[in-house]
């Protein structure tokens, strides 16, 4: 906890965190009715802290979401996703892939309404 408070606003006048062990808890209970196996969740993965100071000028925010934290919600997160989806595509693995339905459609020519016009 010590190492996610280091990352957020000093003096802060609200201070949160999201466990993401206890999260993976209910999560791991609900995938083992679909016939998951549990997910370890690592030593090194850390809870996702914000906080929020009041100054003279205004308030300041941050949301420090550790590096281990991120990896390894990606890593368990997406395996879920694919099994719930029926492993179809949409949502892909490697987030700079292309689809596997292939490219998006070109681009409307008026970039401000993709719609085409209404002919009468």
């Known amino acids: 906890m010590t190492a996610v408070r280091s990352n957020l606003t000093p003096k802060p ?3 949160g965190y999201i466990n993401i062990a206890g999260m993976m808890a209910t999560i791991n209970s609900a995938m083992a009715e679909m016939g998951s196996e549990p997910t ?3 030593a090194d993965v850390l809870p996702l802290g914000a906080s929020l100071s ?6 300041a925010g941050r949301f420090f979401v550790p590096t281990a934290t991120a990896k390894f919600t990606y ?3 997406m395996p879920m996703i694919r099994m719930l989806t029926g ?12 689809s ?4 998006p ?3 409307s020519p008026d970039r401000r309404n ?5 002919r009468r």
Not at 100 to 103: D, I
Not at 114 to 118: A, E, L, Y
């Open 40 to 42: 370890k969740v690592p």
């Open 75 to 77: 890593q368990s997160i």
């Open 54 to 59: 009041v100054r003279e000028s205004g308030l």
């Open 105 to 107: 459609p070109p681009a």
């Open 114 to 118: 993709p719609r085409p016009p209404i």
């Open 100 to 103: 596997p339905a292939g490219p």
């Open 13 to 15: 006048s609200f201070e």
């Open 87 to 98: 492993g179809m595509g949409g949502i892909s693995g490697d987030m700079g892939a292309e």
